[in-house]
């Protein structure tokens, strides 16, 4: 199972970006996936996480109303769009999945067994 997240990068505070995770070797399809991110210095956190039962999702409290995630599933890929970024948002965002349909919150990210490399999100002016 490869995961691969892409879509990074520098952005100023207010803008907007949007992560990917593609999965080769594995069909996101069946499976719960989720994004956790990890501040230097800091615990790692879940952010947010889809299930793939009925694409129910989850979103931590400091996320909410701001990021959205989604599946295409014919691309075998799951996106985190982020809208109005904030310096404390700055991380390396990982997307990770594990043989389970259901998150039961976004917690759930962080002890699925899959786990890709992650991108960096940088937000300064």
């Known amino acids: 199972v490869q995961l691969q997240a892409s879509g990074g990068g520098l952005v100023q505070p207010g803008g907007s970006l949007r992560l990917s995770c593609t999965a080769s070797g594995f069909t996101l399809e069946y499976y719960a996936v989720g994004w956790f991110r990890q501040a230097p210095g800091k615990e790692r956190e879940g952010v947010s996480c889809?299930?793939?039962?009925?694409?129910?999702?989850h979103y931590a409290d400091s996320v909410k109303g701001r990021f959205t995630i989604s599946r295409e599933d014919y691309k075998n890929t799951v996106y985190l769009r982020m809208n109005s970024l904030k310096p404390e948002d700055t991380a390396v965002y990982y997307c990770?999945?594990?043989?389970?349909?259901?998150?039961?919150?976004?917690?759930?990210?962080?002890?699925?067994?899959?786990r890709g490399k992650g991108t960096q999100v940088t937000v300064s002016s």
């Open positions: 889809i299930n793939s039962s009925d694409g129910s999702t």
């Open positions: 990770a999945t594990d043989h389970v349909a259901e998150c039961r919150n976004v917690d759930s990210t962080l002890v699925m067994n899959y």
